[in-house]
Structures are given as structure tokens and as C-alpha cells.
T-cell receptor, first 115, second 114 residues
Framework: GAVVSQHPSRVICKSGTSVKIECRSL??????MFWYRQFPKQSLMLMAT?????????EQGVEKDKFLINHASLTLSTLTVTSAHPEDSSFYIC???????????FGQGTRLTVV | AQSVTQLGSHVSVSEGALVLLRCNYS??????LFWYVQYPNQGLQLLLK??????LVKGINGFEAEFKKSETSFHLTKPSAHMSDAAEYFC????????????FGKGTTLSVSS
């Protein structure tokens, strides 16, 4: 299958700082990317959907000013957690799709710890 | 609204035994159904998917699942468990085409003992 690379795999940041997570499709053009959040021992919850060149669509309850998503190219989407707090600590996973009726491939996830 | 329910948050089997992980879905339109596996601190790997073709779907690593509309179920099975199958398993549904956002179940942890 296609490869989606997420970076970094782990990050520790101080409370109040911002952290950027990158999601790259390495061998296909991702017209749509999805960002999920996973709390310990829990399922994945969709945070937002981004289409290349458009503003992201956020799920209910997700603060768009806190979780900034940029999908400026067909191979890269970024999630920036602004003014991070300990409650933002979580596992963030992206997936990328080449379009309708094509499979969405997942990145390996980013473990964010805010101290 | 669509939803997925995975029965049993933790399943334990012996090596060589049958694996059965249960998934029921709710959808007002024909669903697309998926099973993913997740190893600790890693992303998700697709095991198999149902997209309205054959109701018995074969996936990787010897897993298969059967779509039963009358029971709204999509249970995952494997005839003989291996130690390497120990992981977290997620059932997911999408009511649109593949390549769109997924709604996940809460996951089932599979433990395999020797």
C-alpha cells in the first residue's frame, strides 16, 4: 500500500508553547487528509478533514483556533497545536486519501506530551 | 448517524485457538466496513474492508470477516491465533466511499498466550 509518513513520532513540549506535526504522503497525491486523536486505551476520534487548498472542516467540539490545520500541497498537511496544555497530551494520527473510492492510509502517529 | 460497537474490550485466546472479535454497526445507508490493527505507539494497518462486493472478505495475516446485513455485524475471525496477533483491533465504518473519514469502534485488545 501507499506510504504516509508522520513526523515527529514523539514530542515533548512545555505548556504554552506550540507544536507542529507533519503528515506526508510519500508516493501518492493526497487530495484529502484526516486528523484523528486517540486518548490512552480509547478509540480514534476524527478531529478534522482537510482538502488540498481549502480550509479544514472541523468536527464538533474541536477548537479550530487551537488545532490549526494546513493542507497547502498534495503531499503535506500539518497540524499545529497552539498554546498547548497538558490536556492536549494525546496520540495524534493522520490519514491520507488520493480521492473518492481510494483507500485512506494512516501515518504512524505522533505521541504528544505537554509538561 | 453511523456508529460502531465492538463487543468485548479485551479478548484472550491461546496460541492456535480461534480468534473472534465482534463488531456491530449502525447505519441508515449501505456501509463500508473496515478492520484495522494497531500495535503499541504505532499507526493503523488495514486488515480488510467490505465495500459492498462479496460478503465474506479475506484480509491479510489470515484474517477474514463476514458482512451480515440481517445482523448488522462484521465480525473478524482467524482460525488459528499466533503470538504476533496480540494487538489492538478497531472496527470502523464509513457510509461514503472508501477514502473518506471513518468512525471507529472503541477497540478490542487481543491477548494471545502460549
Amino acid at each position: 500500500g501507499a506510504v504516509v509518513s508522520q513526523h515527529p513520532s514523539r514530542v515533548i513540549c512545555k505548556s504554552g508553547t506550540s507544536v507542529k506535526i507533519e503528515c506526508r504522503s510519500l508516493d501518492f497525491q493526497a487530495t484529502t487528509m484526516f486528523w484523528y486523536r486517540q486518548f490512552p486505551k480509547q478509540s480514534l476520534m476524527l478531529m478534522a478533514t482537510s482538502n488540498e487548498g481549502s480550509k479544514a472542516t472541523y468536527e464538533q467540539g474541536v477548537e479550530k483556533d487551537k488545532f490549526l490545520i494546513n493542507h497547502a500541497s498534495l503531499t503535506l498537511s500539518t497540524l499545529t497545536v497552539t498554546s498547548a496544555h497538558p490536556e492536549d497530551s494525546s496520540f495524534y494520527i493522520c490519514s491520507a486519501s488520493g480521492g473518492v473510492n481510494t483507500e485512506a492510509f494512516f501515518g504512524q502517529g505522533t505521541r504528544l506530551t505537554v509538561v | 448517524a453511523q456508529s460502531v460497537t465492538q463487543l468485548g474490550s479485551h479478548v484472550s485466546v491461546s496460541e492456535g485457538a480461534l480468534v473472534l472479535l465482534r463488531c456491530n454497526y449502525s447505519s441508515s445507508v449501505p456501509p463500508y466496513l473496515f478492520w484495522y490493527v494497531q500495535y503499541p505507539n504505532q499507526g493503523l494497518q488495514l486488515l480488510l474492508k467490505y465495500t459492498s462486493a462479496a460478503t465474506l472478505v479475506k484480509g491479510i495475516n489470515g484474517f477474514e470477516a463476514e458482512f451480515k446485513k440481517s445482523e448488522t455485524s462484521f465480525h473478524l475471525t482467524k482460525p488459528s491465533a499466533h503470538m504476533s496477533d496480540a494487538a489492538e483491533y478497531f472496527c470502523a465504518v464509513s457510509v461514503r466511499q472508501a477514502g473518506t473519514a471513518l468512525i471507529f469502534g472503541k477497540g478490542t485488545t487481543l491477548s494471545v498466550s502460549s
